[in-house]
């Protein structure tokens, strides 16, 4: 639906599958948004989960990321500390793949934290019925951005088609 949206009103949009390694995953996406400011595209991003985490990173670290806002999908907020009993092999989430999960990654997600320097370019989408992470860590990691808080729903959103106006609303304004 969001691309098909997006399409339809001519914007350009990329969804990269990032590499499990959080350094990999931070250069891939960099790599995008150089490609998009090359071709003098505006700069949107929305994470979901580790994404929302990577998405902050890149909006706190990027040269030009004063110009970009981010939409954050039940983002982790800590991930080093939440994904450190993980190390090891894991099931890729939509494939049969097997995914290896070493031990320095917790360490490169330690080094990405960062806070936020302009809550106003930041939209925080949090569902309260998230079984994997807290609302309220993610409400208390993004203080004074825009927020969306869910009654109900889940870590996916899978009621997010009713969500994405406003997220659309809010990245293009």
């Not at 989960?49 to 999908?73: D, N, Q, T, V």
């Not at 907020?77 to 097997?98: C, I, Q, S």
């Not at 889940?154 to 994405?164: M, P």
């Amino acid at each position: 639906m969001v691309g098909a949206d997006l399409l339809a009103a001519g914007i350009r949009y990329c969804c990269p599958q990032l590499d499990i390694a959080p350094l990999a995953a931070m250069a891939q996406a960099e790599k995008e948004i150089n490609q998009a400011l090359e071709r003098g595209d505006e700069v949107r991003l929305i994470g979901s989960s580790l994404g929302g985490f990577f998405a902050s990173a890149l909006m706190e670290r990027h040269p030009a990321a004063k110009r970009f806002k981010a939409a954050l999908l039940n983002p982790a907020p800590w991930p080093a500390r939440d994904l450190k009993d993980y190390v090891g092999e894991l099931p890729a989430w939509h494939t049969n793949e097997v995914l290896q999960f070493r031990a320095e990654y917790i360490d490169d997600l330690r080094s990405l934290e960062v806070g936020i320097s302009d809550p106003m370019r930041y939209l925080l989408v949090a569902a309260k019925g998230d079984e994997l992470l807290d609302w309220k860590e993610m409400v208390a990691r993004y203080p004074g951005a825009e927020q969306i808080i869910i009654e109900g729903s889940d870590h996916s959103i899978s009621d997010f088609d009713q969500h994405w106006p406003a997220i659309r609303s809010f990245l293009l304004s």
